[in-house]
């Protein structure tokens, strides 16, 4: 089937398949045809399909890759990824998440705490965030802060009383406070 896809006629049905999808609506299997066709389609109203590939389609792929960067230390490859995605996703809380994150990693903790307590603000039951604010407090190391992280982490348990991040890091904090 692979190989089927990339002669020139199967390429050139794929586009006129493309044509058809996309006059009756269907425009991400229109463009997903295009990007096997190896074309771009100029008219496609989310062009960060073509950006990613035609497999990775929205936000939360690209959060999740973004992550994924920021915390195996390639702050460079995350930072990357994140001014492609941009102009496309500036401002949702996936977007801002991921920014946060990069942010703490990078050293700039009040700015990542900031974003994380504004994201929190609007959806205080966000577990994702609240961990990773939990984290941000827990490097800056003082016992105000630290104290601000067990209680994300105990909030972040009372959401989700198997989650691995929270439990693991309010061991750290007890092990830190020797209680």
Do not use: C
Request: aromatic share 6%; no cysteine.
């Amino acid at each position: 089937r692979k190989a089927a896809s990339t002669r020139p006629a199967d390429r050139g049905i794929r586009s006129e398949l493309a044509v058809v999808l996309r006059a009756a609506g269907k425009l991400e299997l229109a463009a997903r045809q295009r990007a096997f066709a190896g074309e771009v389609d100029p008219n496609w109203p989310n062009p960060s399909v073509q950006i990613m590939g035609k497999y990775r389609t929205d936000l939360k792929i690209w959060a999740r890759q973004i992550l994924n960067y920021a915390n195996n230390g390639q702050i460079e490859a995350a930072r990357n990824d994140l001014v492609r995605i941009k102009r496309y996703y500036e401002g949702q809380p996936l977007y801002e998440l991921s920014r946060a994150v990069i942010l703490v990693k990078e050293g700039k903790r009040q700015s990542g705490i900031e974003i994380l307590t504004s994201l929190l603000d609007k959806e205080p039951d966000w577990i994702d965030a609240r961990v990773n604010r939990g984290l941000a407090f827990l490097e800056l190391g003082d016992l105000d802060a630290i104290d601000s992280a067990r209680r994300d982490f105990e909030k972040t348990l009372l959401l989700d009383p198997r989650n691995v991040n929270a439990l693991e890091n309010l061991a750290r904090i007890s092990s830190k406070l020797k209680d």
